[in-house]
């Protein structure tokens, strides 16, 4: 394992120019993050949904004909981000892990750091400015774990890609006080495409950083009807007063988009064919097993009268299953 980052970069600004365009996959995960770009033959993953989603993970990197995954970001130790890379890391061989943290208290980034160690992955925690060359384009890595006590959120790995004169940011979860730590740093500039941070919460995206960036495209990962309302309405009026066409994976399912270094496009795309919410799991083989509802982190009986909507279900095979992904009982069903 390797505790630190790589090469540190002030206020970079990339020239660097891939031979190939780069594609950028966000895919409709639900009420969950997941990105994948590719380039030529590399690959790298920027989160992977909740746990239960990693089999549509692999089945979107089988879709792209990936054998290897190069880079893998988990943003933050939240389930709704790296719970899906678990799957991925058991398929596929991945080259280099970047994480924010190297221990969490939260169960779920235990079992992902079981998987990457299972996996044989180097693990790297990114300074800011850390850099990655990618086919030719230039990855650039920003941390600032502000209050990382009082919210995970601002651990996420901000990411930007820079190819030509194209430039994308990829927010995970960060909010306002990382958004104005970038801009107090300078490392924030003119960018094409932003996805926008903790899925269109009004508590990310603010108005200096949409007119510090200016960017063309907006991208929201978030579930269609989802419990806490995102994107909020205070996000969706700072897009549209800047004039920015936005994508959401609740409307718009798997979106495409393609830089080349002179311009990015949003793609016509069809998506992966199996939608997150139109998603039926596997039927269950076994006699006992609980239903968990990724909101709260409750699990139930079957029988339970309080049962999460099928899109918020998880299945478990056991309780103590459930436990070990942080989850712990409901009042009603279970004593």
Request: glycine share 8%; proline share 4%; with cysteine.
């Amino acid at each position: 394992m390797l505790l630190n980052g790589c090469s540190e970069a002030a206020a970079p600004v990339s020239t660097a120019s891939s031979n190939d365009p780069i594609d950028i996959y966000m895919v409709d995960v639900g009420q969950a993050d997941a990105m994948v770009l590719t380039s030529d033959d590399m690959v790298m993953v920027i989160d992977g949904g909740n746990v239960d989603d990693g089999g549509r993970m692999v089945h979107v990197l089988d879709t792209l004909a990936i054998d290897h995954v190069d880079y893998m970001i988990a943003t933050h130790p939240h389930e709704d981000h790296i719970g899906g890379l678990q799957d991925i890391l058991e398929h596929y061989p991945v080259d280099v892990v970047y994480t924010p943290v190297l221990d969490d208290s939260a169960k779920v980034f235990e079992i992902f750091m079981e998987h990457v160690t299972d996996n044989g992955a180097e693990v790297i925690v990114p300074k800011n400015g850390s850099t990655i060359d990618f086919n030719g384009a230039t990855i650039f890595m920003y941390h600032y774990p502000i209050d990382p006590d009082e919210d995970k959120n601002n651990e996420s790995i901000v990411t930007q890609l820079s190819t030509g004169n194209t430039t994308a940011y990829f927010m995970a979860d960060a909010e306002v006080e990382v958004e104005q730590a970038l801009l107090n740093d300078g490392y924030i500039h003119h960018a094409d495409l932003i996805k926008i941070g903790h899925h269109g919460s009004y508590t990310s995206t603010s108005e200096s950083l949409i007119k510090a960036m200016d960017p063309s495209i907006a991208l929201i990962s978030c579930g269609l009807d989802n419990d806490y309302g995102y994107p909020h309405d205070e996000t969706m009026e700072t897009l549209s007063n800047a004039d920015i066409t936005t994508y959401r994976t609740d409307l718009d399912g798997d979106i495409h988009c393609v830089m080349d270094g002179s311009t990015t496009v949003r793609q016509p795309y069809e998506g992966f064919g199996i939608s997150a919410e139109k998603y039926e799991p596997p039927l269950i083989e076994y006699e006992a097993y609980y239903i968990g509802n990724t909101n709260s982190h409750v699990v139930h009986s079957p029988s339970c009268e309080n049962l999460p909507s099928e899109k918020n279900q998880i299945i478990f095979e056991s309780l103590q299953q459930a436990y070990d992904y942080g989850y712990h009982d409901c009042g009603n069903c279970i004593h």
